[in-house]
């Protein structure tokens, strides 16, 4: 058989997180909370499910949570959005993703990646017939180069896709990088895929979006995930905003990939929203504590921490530890040391020559200590 992604492994993900409970060891890889989302969310999953809520939902969502997301975008970035014909819900981030790539990319398009980029994006583009050209951000700061970012377009080029807050590198961007985006965009006529996944999950800055860009509205998939909104990874429920006439074109085909996503988790989320919306603008705070939990512990270590700026995850570099490549590195520590982690180069096309892993600090702060007691002994 023919394969239609040739150079396609397992994730990065599935395969460190099997290496760690092969070896018992405190998994700081895969990006999950090991708490439990809020007593509330799950009573009210309950309760629904128990209410009858267990059959289809429709294909968009259900109205009370497209409302719940309309509501809490112009509360967060100030933009007006139609329920009805501009928001969709989705099996996760991922199935959001891949809809929106499908449903712009023909084949022979050139779609422009920022690496390291999150694992999903490329093979996405490979199946609806694009080439991905790759422009590598490189560390310590890992900072978007719009000129050479422009270089790469050409006439084939049809999307960009961008990542703030980004994993692995847990940068955000600045408003100087979303207005390059947005007249890159313009001059080029480029659609965008925005993942904002992280949107909430901000440290030293005010939370940005490309909502807040008008030139961006019209040409732009905003993509989200309660998975990491409500620490609740595996319930998949992400959703897609766009003006209507993409969000046609995403829906013609997310009603032959899913059709529709999981009712009873629709209708606790959009309870959430609208009692405890507290929760999400506190995010970034919570999360706050738990990465100078992690980063403080770590100083007494020989690893190097870069500076982590949104998402749960933050880089440490180990050259001072050992000149092994990060993927070895990666695998030694979690089988002789206990701790897992995720190479950075694997998220590369062609990876800088450094030594970089990234750990997730979504975990309890016991969790964090624990690991971070292991690690300073290296
Ligand atoms: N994009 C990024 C940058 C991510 O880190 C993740 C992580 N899970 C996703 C998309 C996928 O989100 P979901 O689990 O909701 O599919
Ligand atoms: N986004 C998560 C991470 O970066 C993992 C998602 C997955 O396992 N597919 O670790």
Redesign the pocket.
Known sequence: MKSKLPHVGTTIFSLMSAMANECKAINLSQ?FPDFTPSEYLLDQLSFHAHSGKNQYAPMNGIPELRQAIATLTQECYGRAIHPDTEITLA???????FVAIQAVVNPGDEVILLDPA?D?YAPAVTLAGGHCKHIALLPPNYQADWQQIEAAVSPKTRLIIV?SP??PTATVFSDGDWQALASLAAKHDLYVIS?E??EHIVFDQNRNSAHCYPALRDRTFV?S????TFHA?GW???YCIAPPMLSTEFRKIHQFVTFTSFTPAQYAVADMLNEHSDQVHGLGDFYRDKRDCFVNAMQRSRFTMLPSAG?YFALAEYSAISDKNDVDFCEELTRKHGVAAIPLSVFYKTPPNSRIIRFCFAKREQTLLDAAAKLCVL
């Open positions: 990006g099996s996760g981030a991922t199935e959001a993703l999150y999903s990542n980004h994993n993942d996944v992280y993509i995930s309660f998975g990491k990874t998949k429920l992400g998402t």
